[in-house]
């Protein structure tokens, strides 16, 4: 038994890790940010509303995946209500509508494949085991499980069909 599966101790500083960067727009990684056709330098946040923090996107898919498994697996360990209330911001509906729209603009049909995408199918994933397996009713923040899966279902669908295209 490796030390971490018995002692829940380091649960409620990963959340904290996780929790800190996902407001974290700069220093950001800009190799995408010269994408606008008019110079304009957009802002991190603009154009990714739900993973602008951690320097990139990845990170900060990373960093919700992280968070939801341990909402998910240790909610007595960590400030369930924090990081659930942060999930439900960052990852709106709306949010993650904007996310999905980010690829069709010009020249980011692949950007941050394949190594963001994957993080992506795992935080949508995540979401999807955690309903299923919890229930609405089973955990204190099941419903949260739900709403997370289907505001993510644009943006997974997106990342889905660019495998194939």
């Known amino acids: 038994t490796l030390a971490f599966?018995?002692?829940?101790?380091?649960?409620?500083?990963?959340?904290?890790?996780?929790?800190?960067?996902?407001?974290?727009?700069y220093p950001h990684k800009v190799d995408h940010l010269w994408?606008?056709?008019?110079?304009?330098l957009p802002s991190p946040s603009s154009?990714?509303?739900?993973?602008?923090?951690?320097?990139?996107w990845h990170s900060s898919v990373h960093s919700h995946w992280t968070l939801v498994r341990l909402l998910r697996l240790y909610p007595?360990?960590?400030?369930?209500?924090g990081v659930a209330q942060a999930l439900?911001?960052?990852?709106?509906?709306?949010?993650?509508?904007?996310?999905?729209?980010?690829f069709s603009r010009?020249?980011?049909?692949?950007?941050?494949?394949?190594y963001g995408w994957g993080w992506l199918l795992k935080l949508a994933a995540e979401c999807a085991e955690a309903q299923k397996?919890?229930?609405?009713?089973?955990?204190?923040?099941?419903?949260?499980?739900?709403?997370l899966a289907?505001?993510?279902?644009?943006?997974?669908?997106?990342?889905c069909n660019g495998w194939t295209a």
């Open 5 to 25: 599966e018995t002692d829940v101790d380091w649960a409620d500083q990963m959340a904290k890790q996780a929790l800190g960067g996902l407001g974290l727009e």
């Open 35 to 40: 994408l606008a056709s008019d110079g304009a």
């Open 47 to 56: 154009l990714h509303p739900s993973f602008f923090g951690n320097y990139d």
């Open 76 to 81: 007595s360990e960590i400030d369930a209500d």
């Open 88 to 102: 439900r911001t960052s990852l709106s509906a709306a949010n993650c509508l904007k996310e999905a729209e980010y």
């Open 106 to 114: 010009e020249g980011a049909a692949t950007f941050e494949r394949p």
């Open 133 to 147: 397996d919890n229930g609405i009713d089973a955990h204190p923040h099941g419903a949260l499980f739900g709403e």
């Open 150 to 159: 289907a505001s993510l279902a644009p943006l997974t669908a997106v990342i």
